[in-house]
């Protein structure tokens, strides 16, 4: 195993798990718009901050610009539109569930290849892979829902962020594979900000928030977003793609933990079964599980 992987595996682990938790917090005093408004423009600010230090003012006024359109559209889809409906989420679902079904993100990253990428096509194992997650989801909503409807309601569209986030993983692929991971963060979050600075604005609260909600959404931006981002790319450039994208399986138990021991949220039978069957889609559906093929033998001249 490389030297420093599993640490920095468990450390992004924690910090992604924890924005649930913050989340959580700050819905309670802050619209979902207004939080994620302040959440995206703290964070964009932090990262432009890195990026003219790495690169300086002109450049990096002229990478950001350079992506145009591009960079808008990730920004929504990778930024206002999941932060927007993970927070509605959480306003009816526990951040623990939200975790679990925050997780199908590769399972959506599957399906939407069928279609996108016919390339990457999943049949067999992969293609059950995504039935089973999809499965796991109905488990963790489920038909008769703790929390009525609205739970159901709320459990749902975290399932729609994750289906948008897997839509920028592609769209990253096709529009940013030559863009430095820096860059591209900046440019989606200062996209982001901009779009859903109006929407924010229109719903800040009456009064003062206090300094749990505001401290969550400041640790959310620079904890969650900032150093997050940051370390992934480092972790994509050290180990690659399938390695770092382990932390889908690890994520959701940071946010069960943190939401049971510090928002004494209960863990249902029904959340732990959609865990299993949503991580085992995932582990099929993405192909890190597979069953061993049958050795035919082979003339000796013909082995590589």
């Known amino acids: 195993m490389a030297r420093g992987y599993l640490p920095r595996l468990l450390f992004l682990s924690s910090l992604w798990g924890a924005s649930y938790l913050f989340i959580k917090v700050a819905v309670r005093e802050l619209e979902p718009a207004t939080m994620m408004m302040l959440r995206v423009l703290l964070a964009a600010f932090v990262l432009s901050a890195v990026l003219v230090a790495t690169m300086g ?14 960079g808008v559209v990730l920004g929504v889809i990778n930024g206002v539109a999941p932060f927007w409906l993970i927070a509605w989420g959480e306003k009816h679902v526990d951040s623990g569930i939200a975790a679990i079904a925050n997780s199908t993100v590769p399972i959506f990253v599957t399906l939407l290849a069928i279609r996108l990428r016919p390339s990457e096509r999943a049949t067999g194992l992969r293609l059950g892979g995504i039935l089973v997650g999809l499965l796991g989801v109905g488990v963790l909503a489920g038909f008769h829902p703790e929390g009525g409807w609205w739970a159901a309601a709320g459990t749902l569209a975290v399932v729609l962020a994750s289906l948008s986030y897997a839509r920028a993983n592609l769209y990253t692929q096709e529009h940013f ?13 200062v996209s982001g900000a901009v779009v859903i600075l109006p929407f924010g604005l229109l719903q800040l609260p009456s009064q003062m928030p206090s300094w749990k909600a505001l401290g969550s959404v400041a640790a959310l931006a620079v904890a969650g977003t900032v150093l997050g981002s940051l370390l992934l790319y480092r972790m994509l450039t050290t180990y690659g793609s399938s390695r770092t994208t382990l932390v889908t399986y690890l994520l959701p138990a940071f946010a069960l933990f943190y939401g049971a021991v510090l928002l004494d949220e209960p863990v249902p039978v029904n959340a732990l079964a959609g865990l299993f069957l949503i991580l085992g889609g995932v582990a099929l559906g993405s192909g890190l599980v597979r069953l061993p093929r049958r050795r035919e033998a082979v003339p000796a001249a013909a082995e590589p």
């Open 177 to 189: 594979a030559r863009t430095p991971p820096l860059v591209t963060a900046t440019a989606a979050l």
């Open 57 to 70: 003012l002109r450049p990096a006024v002229a990478a950001v610009r350079a992506t145009g359109r591009h």
